[in-house]
């Protein structure tokens, strides 16, 4: 059973996409450090420097988590290209060294820029986001559940077959599994086809993959964390038009674009057992953005 002061004492989280102070990642690595967590972090600063909002002092990101560590927490990270094709299987083993054991996975990483429209769609900036933003996280889905379960492999299943239980799910016991999505069912995504393809994809699979994790002991849920500014939204660091994006904050309901701890609270408490009951949705944390929005 959790503890109420630090109810993830004795898990360890992997959280990937973590090398930027105000990202989503390093707001969810800090919440489920504040809960008792052991963490490791996954970072590529090559792929942010790229951006036109830039990379961060990994070394300030180290200390900021390692700041919010409870007493006896242990973290680490690691560096990764994600759009390896063996990538994800050396990050979860890599993770699960650290304290012999991985509970928790956030699949916060993402590909950005680079995209375009419907007009301008190439392979390569298809299989670009498809690399990052979806295999990459089905595959870490994978690897997590076969480190959780200690299976190699599940039993085969034909189409359509679903996974049973042998016994009753201990839901005190349960890992968790977070995929980040979009608002892409929610408006257009105009002039970020490939990446709406991509955050797409694990919206519509989450159903189905959570139905073959649950049986293992496994909770998934996909997160929409809304506009959330990590720098993209700034006016010095966009690759937006500056009269949209204040157009946008103006409508939103709170005056205010998403902040990087908004979605961070809600995976946190999932993370939790407070949050073993829900299971396999796609939940959209926008502060009313999406009902607003026109």
Not at 118 to 125: A, E, K, N, S, V
Not at 159 to 180: K, L, N, Q, S, Y
Not at 189 to 199: D, F, L, N, T, W
Not at 278 to 286: A, E, Y
Request: hydrophobic share 40%.
């Amino acid at each position: 059973m959790e503890s109420s002061s630090f109810p993830l004492r004795g898990k360890t989280a992997l959280v990937t996409g973590v090398s930027r102070r105000r990202g989503i990642g390093y707001a969810v690595a800090t919440r489920l450090a504040e809960l008792g967590a052991d963490i490791v972090i996954h970072h590529f600063v090559p792929h942010d420097a790229e951006q036109p909002w830039g990379a961060d002092d990994l070394d300030q990101v180290r200390d900021g988590i390692r700041a919010s560590l409870r007493p006896g927490a242990a973290f680490g990270d690691l560096s990764l290209d994600l759009s390896h094709e063996d990538a994800p299987g050396r990050l979860i083993a890599a993770a699960k060294d650290l304290t012999g054991r991985l509970d928790i996975l956030v699949c916060n990483q993402a590909r950005s820029g680079r995209d375009g429209s419907i007009f301008d769609m190439t392979p390569d900036r298809l299989d670009g986001h498809w690399a990052v933003n979806a295999r990459a996280t089905i595959l870490l889905t994978s690897h997590f559940a076969k480190a959780f379960t200690g299976l190699d492999a599940g039993p085969a299943a034909r189409p359509g077959d679903r996974a049973r239980a042998t016994r009753p799910v201990d839901e005190h016991a349960t890992g968790r599994v977070f995929w980040m999505t979009s608002g892409q069912q929610q408006g257009p995504m105009p002039g970020e086809v490939a990446y709406a393809a991509s955050k797409a994809a694990l919206a519509g699979l989450t159903a189905t993959v959570a139905s073959e994790l649950l049986p293992h002991g496994i909770i998934l849920n996909t997160i929409n964390p809304g506009p959330v500014n990590t720098g993209y939204l700034d006016v010095e660091t966009t690759d937006r038009d500056a009269d949209a994006i204040e157009s946008a904050r103006a409508a939103m309901p709170f005056g205010r674009f998403g902040h990087p701890t908004d979605p961070a609270r809600l995976i946190g408490w999932l993370a939790t057992d407070e949050g073993r009951w829900i299971v396999g949705q796609v939940l959209t944390s926008d502060g009313g953005f999406g009902v607003t929005a026109s």
